[in-house]
C-alpha cells in the first residue's frame, strides 16, 4: 500500500495524468523544493524516490547535482512520454508502469530475450532508411573489408571471406591476462570447424557470450578484433586498425560490452541482477526511473578506453548491455527493456551533431568534437595514441580530401594547432611530435576558436609555409597542391590553402638580418639531437621574447583546474599584452620568468578575457595566436599555447621581434 504524499507532492495530479485526463493547460511544472527539504519529508514516497534519483551514483554528474540541489529549488516538468527533474538531466526519466502514459517496465526476468532484442533490429532494418542502414553508394571500397575474417558462430571457427557478408561487431574492453588471439602459430587450428573448442577456457566471457548472443538472434557470422586480426602479425594488425571505422560502421550492429570482459554480457548465459528505483505515489500508480543510456555509460569502464571511441561513435546500430540491462539504439529510436515501445534517440551531446555522411560536415568541427572527447580517454599503450582513432582521422581526410601528418589535416593545417590543454593534468606523450594532439596526454579542446570563413581565414590569418623533416633529414613541404590532386582548389566548399599573404610587421627585416618575405627551409643543419621517430615541422616566423606572471584574475574561466596552467604575459614596457596556458603545471615559473614565443596565426578574438577590460576585445584582427616554445638543443617544443597582442610583437624584449627559423619537434 503506498504511503501518504507529503502536502507538496499532493498538488502533483499523479491521478489525472494516470487516467489521461489531464491537461497540460492547467500546467506542466510543479515546484517540489530543495535535495535538503525533501529529505526531511521522509514519509513521503515520491521525495524519497527524487532523492534516490538526484543522487544515483550509477549516473555521471552526481556530485554536481547533489552540490547544486541541495539548496536550490527543483522543478518536476511534464513531458510527451514522461517527468523529468528540470536541470537535473534531461536523461533522467520518470515514467508510469501503467495507465495512459505507461512507458515504464520493470525488469524482472533473469535471462535477457533475445527474441526481443531482434524485433527492435527488424524494426530498424524495415522502417529507419536511410538514416540507419548504408546503401551500396555508401559502402567504401576496401580491399581489406573484400577479404576478411570473422567467427563463424555456428561452426565455432575463424573463416575468411572473398566478399563483406552481414557480420556483427563486438566492441569492448580486452582486459588484463592471458587469452585466447588469433596468431600464426594457431590460424591453420582456429580456421578449421570447431576450432574455438580447443580453445574455449582461454576465450574471455564478454566474447563467449557475444557469440551466444549471436546464434541465439539466429545470426551466423561476428567480428572480434582479437580473433580476426592475426595479433602477431603487424601488417596484417595495422590493416585492420586503418579500416576499423568501416570495420563498425558497416557492421549490422555492435554488441557494447560496457563492464570488464570476465563479467560476460549479464542476461545471455547467466542469470543477472537488474537493480530499479520505483515507487508506489498512490494505490494502482507507480512510478519508474529510467536514465539515459549515455549517462550510465559515461561511469563504465568501456566509456574511459581510447579504443572503443570510435567503434561505440562509428557502430550505426548498438546493442548496450549496460547497468545489467540490455538497450538498442540507432540513429533514429532508442529501445531498452525497461521502456515500453520506444523514445527518439536523444541529441545528447556535441558528439551526436556530427555525422560523417553528412556532405555538409565541417571537419574542422568534426575533428574539434572528435578530439575534445577522445583526448580524455586512458589507454594501456600510449603508443596507440594516432592508432586508437586512426579511422575517424582518415575519414575526415578523405573530407577535406587532403592526407593527415600526425592526425593533422594538411590541406589547412594552421587551423589544428592552436589546440588547448582542459585540466592541468596533461602530460607529454612520447614518441608523437609536440606541435600535434597526439604528442600529449590529456584533456584537449580547441576552446572558442572558431573562424567563421576558414578559407578566407588561411588566406589572410596564416603566412608560415610548413615544411617536415623526416629521421634522416629530408625535407618536403607539408602541404604540396602536386601531390594531392583529389583537392579541387577552384570549389570554394573545400577548406584549405590558396593564395595567402606574407607576414606584415612595420619592417620587413628584423634585428635577425633576414627579410620577413624569406621562407625556405635550410637543408643542412646541425641537429645536435638524437633522431625523432616522428616527422619535426622545420619553417620560418616571427619569434620574441616575454616575461610572465601567474594571473591575477580568473573570474569567468573555463575551468578552475586551469589556473595552475595561466599566465599573464607582459612586453618590454612591463604593460600586460596577453596570456599563456602552459601544457601542464609549472611549479618551475617564478615571477618575471622570461620565454618565447613564435608567432603562429591571428585571429580576431581571445580565447579567454579575464585579465583585459572589456574595449580590449572584439577587435578584428588584433591578436596572434603563438607557441610558448623550449628548447632541447636545435629542437624547439612546444610547451603551451599563447595569445598576444599584434602590437606587442614590435615590444618584445631584447633582442626585439626576430624572423627566424624553427625547427619543431
Not at 107 to 133: G, M
Not at 199 to 214: C, F, G, M, N, R
Not at 331 to 342: A, F, K, L, M, V
Not at 452 to 467: A, F, P, Q, R
Request: hydrophobic share 35%; net charge negative; charged share 20%.
Amino acid at each position: 500500500m503506498a504511503s501518504q504524499l507529503c502536502d507538496v507532492c499532493t498538488t502533483i495530479p499523479f491521478q489525472a495524468i494516470h487516467e489521461g485526463t489531464y491537461s497540460i493547460k492547467n500546467g506542466f511544472t510543479w515546484r517540489i523544493g530543495s535535495l535538503h527539504e525533501l529529505a526531511q519529508r521522509t514519509s513521503c514516497p515520491f521525495c524519497s524516490f527524487v532523492v534516490n534519483a538526484v543522487c544515483d551514483d550509477k549516473v555521471s554528474g552526481t556530485p554536481r547535482r547533489k552540490t547544486r540541489y541541495e539548496t536550490d529549488c527543483m522543478k518536476l516538468k511534464l513531458g510527451a512520454y514522461y517527468f523529468w527533474i528540470n536541470g537535473v538531466s534531461i536523461g533522467t526519466r520518470i515514467m508510469f508502469t501503467s495507465g495512459a502514459r505507461s512507458h515504464g517496465l520493470e525488469v524482472t526476468n533473469e535471462r535477457i530475450n533475445p527474441k526481443q532484442v531482434r524485433e527492435w533490429l527488424d524494426n530498424c532494418i524495415s522502417s529507419h532508411d536511410p538514416d540507419c542502414s548504408l546503401t551500396p553508394l555508401r559502402l567504401r571500397d576496401n580491399a581489406y573489408l573484400r577479404s576478411f575474417r570473422l567467427i563463424d558462430v555456428y561452426n565455432r571457427c575463424i573463416v575468411q571471406f572473398p566478399t563483406r557478408p552481414q557480420y556483427v561487431a563486438l566492441s569492448y574492453v580486452w582486459g588484463r591476462g592471458p587469452v585466447c588471439r588469433l596468431l600464426q602459430s594457431n590460424r591453420d587450428e582456429l580456421m578449421s570447424p570447431n576450432g574455438l573448442d580447443n580453445y574455449w577456457d582461454q576465450i574471455p566471457l564478454t566474447v563467449k557470450d557475444a557469440i551466444s548472443l549471436v546464434r541465439d538472434m539466429e545470426l551466423r557470422y561476428l567480428w572480434v578484433d582479437s580473433l580476426c586480426l592475426v595479433q602477431d602479425d603487424r601488417e596484417d594488425v595495422m590493416k585492420g586498425i586503418n579500416v576499423m571505422d568501416s570495420v563498425y560502421e558497416q557492421c549490422l550492429f555492435s554488441i557494447v560490452a560496457s563492464a570488464d570482459p570476465t563479467q560476460g554480457l549479464p542476461g545471455v548465459q547467466r542469470p543477472r541482477r537488474v537493480s530499479q528505483i520505483s515507487c508506489d505515489v498512490l494505490p494502482g500508480i507507480r512510478l519508474l526511473l529510467s536514465h539515459r543510456m549515455e549517462e550510465l555509460i559515461e561511469l563504465t569502464p568501456y566509456h574511459q578506453r581510447a579504443w572503443t571511441f570510435q567503434e561505440y561513435f562509428l557502430s550505426r546500430r548498438k546493442v548496450v548491455f549496460l547497468n545489467g540491462m540490455v538497450h538498442f539504439q540507432c540513429r533514429t529510436r532508442y529501445c531498452s527493456e525497461d521502456i515500453r515501445g520506444s523514445l527518439p534517440s536523444s541529441m545528447a551531446n556535441l558528439l551526436s551533431s556530427v555525422r560523417l555522411d553528412d556532405d555538409l560536415l565541417d571537419v574542422f568541427y568534426g575533428f574539434s568534437v572528435f578530439l575534445f572527447y577522445y583526448s580524455c580517454r586512458h589507454m594501456t599503450y600510449q603508443s596507440d595514441g594516432l592508432n586508437a582513432m586512426a579511422g575517424l582521422c582518415r575519414r575526415l581526410g578523405e573530407r577535406g580530401r587532403c592526407s593527415l601528418l600526425q592526425g593533422i589535416p594538411v590541406s589547412s593545417f594552421d587551423l589544428y594547432l592552436p589546440f588547448q590543454p582542459r585540466a592541468k593534468r596533461i602530460q607529454r606523450r612520447e614518441g608523437f611530435p609536440s606541435w600535434s594532439w597526439a604528442g600529449w596526454i590529456g584533456p584537449l579542446h580547441y576552446g572558442h576558436f572558431e573562424p567563421g570563413d576558414k578559407n578566407e581565414w588561411l588566406c589572410n590569418s596564416t603566412w608560415i609555409v610548413w615544411y617536415k623533416r623526416d629521421a634522416s633529414g629530408v625535407v618536403s613541404l607539408v602541404w604540396d597542391p602536386e601531390e594531392t590532386p583529389d583537392f579541387d582548389s577552384t570549389n570554394t566548399e573545400l577548406v584549405g590553402y590558396r593564395e595567402r599573404r606574407k607576414f606584415q610587421l612595420g619592417t620587413q627585416s628584423t634585428n635577425s638580418g633576414v627579410p620577413i618575405a624569406y621562407t625556405m627551409p635550410s637543408l643542412n643543419l646541425p641537429l645536435q639531437t638524437v633522431s625523432r621517430p616522428y616527422p619535426m615541422l622545420q619553417f620560418w616566423t616571427m619569434a620574441g621574447f616575454y616575461t610572465v606572471s601567474k594571473s591575477k584574475l580568473h573570474h569567468d574561466f573555463q575551468l578552475e583546474e586551469l589556473e595552475d596552467l595561466r599566465y599573464d604575459v607582459y612586453d618590454a614596457r612591463h604593460m600586460p599584452c596577453g596570456f599563456l596556458l602552459t601544457d601542464g603545471a609549472r611549479p618551475d615559473f617564478q615571477p618575471g620568468r622570461v620565454v618565447e614565443l613564435i608567432m603562429l596565426s591571428e585571429d580576431s578574438m581571445w580565447m579567454n578575457s579575464a585579465s583585459f577590460s572589456d574595449d580590449e576585445f572584439g577587435r578584428s584582427g588584433d591578436v596572434y595566436w603563438a607557441l610558448y616554445i623550449e628548447w632541447d638543443g636545435s629542437i624547439a617544443e612546444r610547451r603551451g599555447i599563447c595569445q598576444i597582442y599584434r602590437s606587442a610583437v614590435e615590444q618584445s624584449l631584447e633582442p626585439g621581434p626576430v624572423w627566424k627559423e624553427i625547427i619543431l619537434g
